[in-house]
Each structure stands twice: as structure tokens, then as C-alpha cells.
């Protein structure tokens, strides 16, 4: 322990090795050795929550990052893929990706994160689960989604009925490879796993989970027993051993490596402070036509109402929003601003909810009839940033 906390400097001054930490990050295919090795990255990364800067151009010709190239070869893999429950839109574009690469996919969806849904929205899980399958069916062309399943890694939430479901769904053939955007938890939806299933063991196989985007480099194999899952292997068949396969993060590197993009680099560190230790605080206000709110940099115009009635908003975000007049705002350009109508005849219910990618959701509210909104995104964003 007092090694791992030892500069470089100071072992080298007492002339002491260092037998646990590797020079070279953690690489392709590693399997992670009986005793548990850190190279020098995940131990700065773990012990001193600190990440030295990706050379994102070498790492992709070096490293697997962001490839998913190696499933194409795969029949039919059994994918586990992570969204974040409280980043929709973006985190979707791991499964774009899948989609685009393997399109016969057995996808187990983990619908991750969800204790940082207030808990009014808990009481609703159908509701969320509908939300979720709908939105991602809109969306993407995948052919076997094998199940929804609503987790928290961090508490422990619906972990065992996953794992129960998974030694359900995996066949003999099968590795499980375990996929989703930079930061969705992989590595911590891992490490949970293997506390449930194989407590005493769960150091030797820990992966290294952090707030920063791009932590898992290359792809690192666990074996499925050490989940409990080795399935039986076919009668007189050659027995090979399958591993549940941790990849690296996907990073949507044509929005300029930002999963952030709607927020400026201060709202960045001012959303991601918070983001992992609390429930989003819902913040609720009404507009009336001429009037808008800024969330991150995104903007909502309130065009027109039924009547000029107020139309009810809550913010569920760890940003603040900024309520404004329309008219104090530059004239939105044409190509980054969306029109839509929403409806709504009740005051309980919210018709329609708004996400922008790594800012949070607005859920629309109010007896207001119906209103006419007007999105603009910042000119650098493109439109999947906002999904309705
Ligand atoms: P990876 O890049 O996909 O492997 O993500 P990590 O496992 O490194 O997690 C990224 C961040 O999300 C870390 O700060 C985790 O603590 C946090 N995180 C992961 N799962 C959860 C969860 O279920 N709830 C909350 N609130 N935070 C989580």
C-alpha cells in the first residue's frame, strides 16, 4: 500500500522496486493476471483520481479504442450493451455503433445509472422501460433486443435479476462482451457483478472505473466463471474457456471527441461534480410565449400557447436553467433550430420530454393545450444531441 502511494521519485531515492506497477497501460487482451498488477495509469487513476492526457490519434493506432471492428466477424455475439439512464441520447450511440457494425447482435440493454433519477420517476418503471425501447427502436436498426434491464451499478440496483437473466440468455458458444459510450459504468457494472457473484475473488479481477471518459484502453477479459456463469460445455465437444469481455468506451469522435458537446468545458466540470453522487433535483417554472430558457447551450424558444396559457417546465439537470426573453436572444440560424408542437390537457401529467445529451431532460407540463416550441442547438452540435 505505501508503495502504490510512493511517488516515482521517491522509490527511485530508496532505491526501491517497483514490482506492482507496469510502464505500458493495461492493453489488447490482457487477461488480468492471478495477482492483481496496475499500470501506471489506472494507479494514478485509482489512487490519486488523476488521468494523464489521451493522445486519442496514437491510442486508436495503437490500442483497440473505439474500435468495435473485432465483432464483425463474430456470429450472432451476445452483447451487453450500457446506456445512461440520465444521458439518453447520447449514450445511444454505443448501440448506433453496434448496430452499424453487428447488426445480428443478441443485445442485452442496461438501462445504467438509475439511481440518479429523482424518485417520483422510479414509481414509474414501465413508463421508463416503454420510453427507453421506443426511443431506441426509433432509432436504431438492431433485430434481437433479448431484454431492458434498469440497474444502478454504484447502489447494486437490479444487478441479480440481470445476472440471472444473463445465465439465462448465454449459450455454451458464448463470450459476453460488454459494450456502451465512455462513462456509462461499464467498469463499474463489472466490478458489481463480480461482487455478487464471486465476493472473495472480486479484487483479482476488479476493473478500473473512473469519472473520466476513456479510462478502459484495451479490452480486458474476465473468465465467466468468475461470474458463476461457465456454462456446461456440449458432450464430448473440446471445452474452451469463454470470458465476459470488458471494451473501451465508445467516443463519438466525429462531435470533436466531446460527449459533452452541449455543455461549455465549466459546465462540463460543473455537471460532472455532482452528477455521480446525486439524484437530479427537479426544478420546475412556467413560460409563457416570447419567453426561454438556456440549458448548457442549448436553447428552447416558447413560440406560441392555446390562449397564451403557461406552459409548465421541469428541468431535471445538475445544471442551472436560465429563463430569459426571447427577444434579448440573437436570431436563431435556420439549420440549428428544431420546431415542434407539443399537447397537453392535464395538469398532473408531463406530455413530453425533452433530453439533451449530457445536460439532462425537460419534461413539458401544464393544461396549456397545445404550444409551439422552437430547439436551437449550437451550430457545431448536431441534431441527435436533442431527442423528443
Ligand atoms: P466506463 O467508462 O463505462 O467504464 O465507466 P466507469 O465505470 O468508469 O464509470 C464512470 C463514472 O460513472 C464513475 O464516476 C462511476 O462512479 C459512475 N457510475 C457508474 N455507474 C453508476 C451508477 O449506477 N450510478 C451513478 N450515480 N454513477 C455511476
Redesign the pocket.
Known amino acids: 500500500k505505501l508503495l502504490y502511494d510512493m511517488d516515482t521519485s521517491t522509490r527511485q531515492l530508496l532505491g526501491v522496486a517497483d514490482p506492482a506497477i507496469d510502464d505500458q497501460p493495461c492493453s489488447d487482451s490482457d487477461t488480468i493476471p492471478a495477482k492483481r498488477r496496475l499500470c501506471h495509469r489506472c494507479h494514478e487513476l485509482n489512487h490519486k483520481n488523476r488521468m494523464e492526457p489521451l493522445d486519442l490519434a496514437h491510442l486508436r493506432s495503437t490500442l483497440q479504442y473505439n474500435s468495435l471492428s473485432f465483432l464483425e466477424t463474430k456470429r450472432q455475439p451476445l452483447v451487453v450493451c450500457?446506456i445512461d439512464v440520465a444521458d439518453m441520447p447520447w449514450s445511444l450511440y454505443g448501440l448506433e455503433k453496434l448496430a452499424s457494425i453487428q447488426p445480428n447482435s443478441r443485445v442485452m440493454i442496461i438501462a445504467?445509472?438509475m439511481?440518479?433519477l429523482p424518485p417520483a420517476a422510479l414509481k414509474h418503471e414501465q413508463r421508463l422501460r416503454e420510453f427507453i425501447l421506443s426511443t431506441i427502436k426509433n432509432r436504431i436498426n438492431l433485430e434481437q433486443i433479448e431484454s431492458l434491464s434498469l440497474v444502478?451499478?454504484?447502489?447494486g440496483w437490479g444487478m441479480k435479476s440481470f445476472l440471472k437473466r444473463l445465465s439465462h440468455t448465454i449459450l455454451p458458444s458464448d463470450d459476453v462482451y460488454v459494450l456502451?459510450c465512455?462513462?456509462?459504468?461499464?467498469?463499474?457494472?463489472i466490478n458489481r457483478l463480480l461482487a455478487l457473484s464471486y465476493g472473495k475473488n472480486r479484487d483479482k479481477y476488479r476493473t478500473t472505473?473512473?469519472?473520466n471518459?476513456g479510462?478502459?484502453l484495451g479490452n480486458i477479459l474476465i473468465p465467466l466463471h468468475a461470474f458463476g456463469l461457465q456454462p456446461d460445455a456440449p458432450f464430448g465437444s473440446s471445452i474452451r474457456q469463454h470470458y465476459l469481455i470488458d471494451t473501451p468506451?465508445i467516443l463519438d469522435l466525429s462531435q470533436g471527441n466531446s460527449p459533452k458537446c452541449l455543455l461549455t468545458p465549466e459546465q462540463q466540470k460543473q455537471a460532472l461534480s455532482k452528477r455521480?453522487?446525486t439524484p437530479f433535483k427537479p426544478v420546475t417554472f412556467q413560460l409563457k410565449p416570447g419567453q426561454s430558457f438556456l440549458l448548457g447551450r442549448a436553447r428552447v424558444d416558447i413560440e406560441d400557447t392555446t390562449n397564451g396559457l403557461p406552459v409548465l417546465f421541469t428541468v431535471f439537470s445538475n445544471l442551472p436553467p436560465h429563463i430569459t426573453k426571447s427577444s434579448k436572444l440573437p436570431l436563431p440560424d435556420q439549420n440549428s433550430s428544431t420546431h415542434f408542437h407539443a399537447t397537453s390537457q392535464h395538469q398532473s401529467h408531463a406530455s413530453t420530454d425533452i433530453c439533451f445529451a449530457g445536460a439532462g431532460w425537460v419534461a413539458l407540463a401544464g393544461a396549456f393545450g397545445s404550444a409551439s416550441l422552437r430547439i436551437v442547438l449550437p451550430q457545431d452540435v448536431t441534431k441527435d444531441a436533442c431527442s423528443i
Open positions: 450500457l445504467n445509472k439511481d440518479l444502478s451499478a454504484t447502489k456502451g465512455a462513462n456509462v459504468g461499464k467498469s463499474a457494472f472505473s473512473s469519472k471518459p479510462t478502459t468506451g455521480h453522487d
